[in-house]
């Protein structure tokens, strides 16, 4: 299965350079976060980009997921931008924190269908209790990508101590 890179993909919103993590243990955390939430494993979803800012995270179709005209349930891709949001705001907060969505809202550009359904995130702004990410979701079918959705969501630090 034959996937484009992530750069010729989406590079429309570049993660600002004064965006920087405020935990020098962010992987591990996002790592750990990741391999918590058992809808991932349910999705079949994998990680294909993290950095502080930025998180890329695939799925493969499947046709038990579909809705009756045979692209995904609009619930499905939500999942992945959500999920693919938080981790981009998670990797830029400080050491003690979780992530929840407060505000999302979701525009569908054309139905999410092909091999791969990508949700690209990229954090807009990170502040000390919001953060503001987009997140662009493609349906890749070989070299085939089509736009399927385009997301903005507001996410709250939680502290975990």
């Known amino acids: 299965m034959s ?3 992530f750069d010729t993909i989406s590079k429309e919103f570049p993660v600002p350079d004064a965006l920087a993590p405020r935990n020098p243990d962010w992987q591990a955390v996002v790592q750990d976060s990741f391999a918590r939430q058992a809808v991932m494993a349910t999705f079949e979803v994998s990680m294909v980009l993290m950095e502080p800012g930025h998180c890329i995270l695939e799925m493969p179709f499947h046709q038990r997921w579909t809705q009756q005209g ?5 619930g499905i891709p939500a999942v992945l931008a959500d999920s693919a949001g938080g981790f981009a705001c998670l990797s830029l907060m ?4 979780d992530v929840l969505a407060v505000e999302f809202k979701i525009n569908f550009l054309a139905p999410a269908l092909g091999q791969i359904i990508r949700a690209e995130a990229v954090v807009v702004k ?3 209790t919001l953060s503001i990410n987009q997140v662009d ?3 890749v079918d070989g ?3 089509r736009h399927a959705a385009r997301v903005q969501q ?3 630090r939680v502290d975990t101590r």
């Open 3 to 5: 996937v484009p890179p």
């Open 70 to 74: 045979g692209s995904l349930q609009a």
């Open 94 to 97: 400080p050491a003690g924190s």
């Open 126 to 128: 990170s502040g000390r």
């Open 137 to 139: 979701v493609y349906g």
């Open 143 to 145: 070299d085939t990508v």
């Open 154 to 156: 507001t996410a709250i």
